[in-house]
């Protein structure tokens, strides 16, 4: 039973567009929301995160907006760019749990 | 070193074998984190460390699965008997402080693959 999903397992972007991805969760104990990047043969890299008391979040090209209610959080780059390209990976936390709890990543493929 | 690196990177046994995977968190870090990823799959978590006690083990799928931080500062991870289903990467990360909101940062992982 997934708490944490990602429901498009692909997305395609022209170069300079907007890229959208999109992650839900169940778990309204979670209060921490996290996007991680990750390229093949690497670790993932921490990108951007959330606390649960905001609903925006902006860094450079990168912003995360949260939808509490609707338990929705999405992460837009703007302008995309080729080096985007790579897996991204919601994941959330709760309470005193240390640990991070994943979706299951989109493939993010920017073209020229 | 400086980030987070884990050995070997690739491991091929065969069903039945034991193997042991090494994590090398950043110097310092007080928390140490493992987590397993199957193929299409989001890493889930297994296991996790404050210095060389472990707090948390509800991950582990079996206890077939152990693991260690005798010193507070390299872990490994042992699996034991292994099977097919073992099959993943094995990825360590590390955070400074205990807090649960310390970013956590990710070793390249070891690819295991159980013939």
């Known amino acids: 039973d997934q708490q944490v999903k990602q429901n498009s397992p692909s997305l395609s972007v022209q170069e300079g567009r907007i890229s959208i991805l999109n992650c839900d969760y169940t778990n309204s104990m979670f209060d921490y929301f996290l996007w991680y990047k990750k390229y093949p043969a690497e670790g993932p890299t921490f990108l951007i995160s959330?606390?649960?008391?905001?609903d925006k979040n902006e860094d450079g090209r990168f912003t995360v907006f949260l939808n509490k209610s609707a338990k929705h959080l999405s992460l837009h780059i703007v302008p995309s760019q080729p080096g985007d390209s790579a897996v991204y990976f919601c994941a959330a936390k709760g309470g005193s749990q240390g640990n991070l709890i994943f979706g299951k990543g989109t493939k993010l493929s920017v073209k020229p | 070193g400086a980030g987070v690196s884990q050995s070997p990177r690739y491991k091929v046994a065969k069903r039945g074998q034991d193997v042991a995977l090494r994590c090398d968190p950043i110097?310092?870090?007080?928390?140490l984190f493992w987590y397993q990823q199957a193929l299409g799959q989001g890493p889930e978590f297994l296991t996790y460390?404050?210095?060389?006690?472990?707090?948390?083990k509800s991950g582990l799928p079996s206890d077939r699965f152990f693991a260690e931080r005798p010193e507070g500062s390299v872990s490994t991870l042992k699996i034991q008997r292994t099977q097919q289903e073992d099959s993943a990467v094995y990825l360590c990360?590390?955070?400074?402080?205990?807090?649960?909101?310390?970013?956590?940062?990710f070793g390249p992982g070891t690819r295991l693959t159980v013939l």
């Open positions: 990360a590390s955070s400074l402080g205990q807090s649960a909101y310390n970013e956590q940062f």
């Open positions: 110097s310092g870090h007080v928390s």
């Open positions: 959330i606390s649960s008391i905001k």
């Open positions: 460390f404050q210095n060389e006690a472990q707090l948390d």
